[in-house]
Nanobody, 126 residues
Framework: QVQLVESGGGLVQAGGSLRLSCLAS????????VAWFRQAPGKEREFVAAVMRSDSNTGYADSVKGRFTISRDNAKNTVNLQMDSLKPEDTAVYYCAASDRITIIPYSLGGAYDYWGQGTQVTVSS
């Protein structure tokens, strides 16, 4: 079993940047599909970005494409989410999710993941 811990959230002005990190403990992260999701108050959880387990291909929600970058740091057993040009609508709790199983469930859906972190708050002021 793997435990996920997010860090790096905070308060930033619109146009600023933040870098979130998801640290895995208990297992090596390299064999896992890892994603970031977010949930704003009163809204459903939504997919943000993912990095695949086999070849490190990435996928992004249209709303963050060109502004956010997901990447692996295998030496630190982390997956990072670099968030640039932040907007007030990016305000949410951001969750890291991971899975090592093969599935036909699209990587943008929460059902494709077995392990979740506790979340980190990101607040973007206008």
């Amino acid at each position: 079993q793997v435990q996920l811990v997010e860090s790096g959230g905070g308060l930033v002005q619109a146009g600023g940047s933040l870098r979130l990190s998801c640290l895995a403990s208990g297992r090596t992260f390299t064999g896992y599909r890892v994603a970031w999701f977010r949930q704003a108050p009163g809204k459903e959880r939504e997919f943000v970005a993912a990095v695949m387990r086999s070849d490190s291909n990435t996928g992004y929600a249209d709303s963050v494409k060109g502004r956010f970058t997901i990447s692996r740091d295998n030496a630190k057993n982390t997956v990072n989410l670099q968030m640039d040009s932040l907007k007030p609508e990016d305000t949410a709790v951001y969750y890291c999710a991971a899975s090592d199983r093969i599935t036909i469930i699209p990587y943008s859906l929460g059902g494709a993941y077995d392990y979740w972190g506790q979340g980190t708050q990101v607040t973007v002021s206008s």
